[in-house]
């Protein structure tokens, strides 16, 4: 933007000078290498092109540059004998789960049109659970179609407030879920990072291992990362929820906490893909873990961006 910016300014100014005497001048344009100016008669458009070029050479000797850094900077090494875990991943899962909006084709079963959905909403002050129909229509895929086709699907939900995610297959009665400002800031903690987080009495612990460094803002590299659970009671071993060894340009990250299945107990949707083009929606049950664990992975739904 800042480029394009340059160039507008050194035009406008040109072609102004140009108009209002036949005697070219120097006219100063702040750019990012060092330029010899030469007062002289030269057609515009040759004048325009060759800033062009000048400017197009600083982003590239720019680009340059950061590439150099990134190749000197020392990445996280592998453990080689690290292994991913993605828990019951080829299991039959008991839901389906899916979001609202717009998808490729081949990424949502058709039977889904057929299934009662129940939907985890957010208004001003609450989440709450409501049952919903929800509208599958073809759509326009940008990545796939060419012009006239509609191989994608579009998914809806007819409701004034905002749809966070759905579930089939799994009945419940409309209610009020808990107050939002509670889990407005969650973030899934980073390598030798813990959150914990008070429900009903009960106090638990999510805390992560592994390697970690910062790329700059609220970004990190990220290497050889375990997700677990614990409380404080201490009555059950830690549980592992995720593993995986490094990633794309991409966080684990809570899209959702709140009590789901009505048991007294947190339920948690986690995206946790590694690869910044790729979703991969996890929900996590209390009422249906077995009697050593915290949470059963209940359903799992993946995307990719194109």
Not at 163 to 178: A, K, N, Y
Request: aromatic content about 12%.
């Amino acid at each position: 933007m800042y480029h394009k910016l340059l160039i507008i300014v050194f035009l406008f100014s040109f072609f102004s000078c140009e108009n209002k005497q036949k005697t070219s001048e120097v006219v100063s344009v702040p750019i990012a290498v060092s330029v010899v100016k030469e007062e002289k008669h030269m057609d515009s458009n040759v004048a325009a092109q060759e800033i062009i070029e000048i400017i197009e050479d600083s982003a590239q000797i720019e680009e340059e540059v950061v590439e150099e850094v990134m190749k000197e900077r020392k990445r996280l090494e592998i453990d080689s004998n690290f292994v991913d875990y993605y828990p019951e991943r080829h299991a039959n899962y008991f839901f389906n789960l899916i979001e609202a909006g717009s998808y490729h084709g081949d990424e949502l079963d058709k039977s889904y049109a057929n299934k009662q959905w129940v939907g985890v909403f957010a208004d001003s002050s609450n989440y709450y659970l409501k049952n919903v129909d929800v509208a599958f229509e073809k759509d326009i895929d940008p990545v796939m179609d060419l012009e006239g086709d509609s191989s994608g699907v579009k998914v809806s939900v007819i409701e004034k407030d905002d749809c966070l995610f759905l579930f089939s297959d799994f009945p419940l009665e409309d209610r009020t879920l808990h107050s939002i400002d509670s889990l407005k800031d969650l973030v899934c903690p980073l390598p030798g990072d813990s959150t914990i987080l008070n429900y009903n009495n009960t106090k638990i612990k999510l805390y992560a291992t592994g390697d970690k460094q910062l790329l700059g803002g609220d970004f990190y590299e990220i290497a050889n990362y375990r997700l677990f659970i614990d409380n404080e009671s201490k009555t059950k071993t830690p549980q592992l929820l995720f593993a995986c060894a490094s990633f794309n340009d991409a966080m684990p990250d809570i899209l959702w906490v709140g009590d789901i299945d009505n048991d007294g107990k947190l339920d948690f949707l986690f995206d946790l893909s590694s690869h910044y083009n790729a979703t991969s929606l996890n929900l996590f049950l209390s009422s249906l873990a077995d009697k050593n664990e915290f949470l059963k992975i209940v359903a799992f739904f993946e995307t990719v961006g194109c």
